[in-house]
């Protein structure tokens, strides 16, 4: 008898986290209640408030059958990353342009800011392209990329200020501001 009660407690907890990632994962694309912080403001932004905004946006979600739970402010004071940078948001006719991105603001690609799948939102960090040095301060505002070996997914500003927009990819380091 405790076998089957421990059994369906385990389901229960496996179905209540996968409902909350749903719902997380729904509310992404939808309108938030949460104000969002203008790009004038990005580097005067603590991660106290940021996580006071965002908090609503940083719930475990669901893409494809696999399930991603964000990192919190904590974990995220000193991260470093380096792998491969994308970029979205072609300035016309793109599917992005316009959209409400998962924290919910507006999605500009003539602004820089970018996607990530772990990091909580918002979060200011530093891009650095490996292959020549230009670096840039973004806000990570979206979800993604969801494509394997893809670390990170930039604005078409900023992968252009990154000095990668023409060849698609480059290897990047990111790194939080928060230090």
Known sequence: MRHIMKTNQRTGALL???????????????????????????????????????????????????????????????????????????????????????????FDPGLPSAAHKYL????????????NNASIIVRVNDRGPFVDGRVIDLSAEAAKQLGFYGQGTARVKIESVYR
């Open 120 to 131: 909580p939102l918002p979060m200011i960090v530093r891009v650095t392209n490996l292959d």
């Open 16 to 106: 209540l986290t996968l409902l909350l990632a749903l719902q997380a994962c729904s509310s992404y694309r939808g309108t938030t209640t949460t104000t969002p912080i203008r790009p004038s403001s990005l580097q005067r932004i603590s991660p106290v408030e940021a996580y006071r905004l965002g908090k609503l946006k940083n719930n475990p979600y669901l893409i494809d059958g696999r399930l991603y739970v964000p990192m919190s402010f904590d974990q995220v004071y000193a991260y470093e990353e380096t792998g491969l940078a994308s970029w979205y948001g072609q300035e016309t006719l793109d599917q992005h342009n316009g959209q409400p991105t998962a924290y919910g603001e507006i």
